[in-house]
């Protein structure tokens, strides 16, 4: 390409953008974003809101349970 119009074969038809490459870019009727809510836009969310929590909880539960389990069965070999 030499002027950034032509495509790769010289002709103007050839590129699919052409006809448009020329125009001016639209402005925005709504004011920009400021860059915090931009960033913000774009950061980690939780998916699963709540999941870690009944993971940890469920984690929390089996412990107790063994080791409830674990003393249960050493105070009846006694």
């Not at 953008?17 to 860059?35: C, E, G």
């Not at 539960?61 to 063994?66: I, T, Y």
Request: some cysteine.
């Amino acid at each position: 390409m030499t002027n950034g119009t032509q495509g790769a074969r010289g002709s103007r038809q050839s590129w699919p953008y052409a006809d448009i490459v020329h125009l001016s870019r639209p402005v925005s009727a709504h004011p920009p974003m400021p860059q915090a809510d931009r960033a913000a836009q774009f950061s980690p969310f939780a998916a699963l809101s709540g999941h870690e929590d009944a993971v940890n909880e469920t984690a929390k539960r089996a412990e107790e349970e063994v080791l409830s389990s674990e003393h249960g069965e050493a105070y009846e070999s006694c």
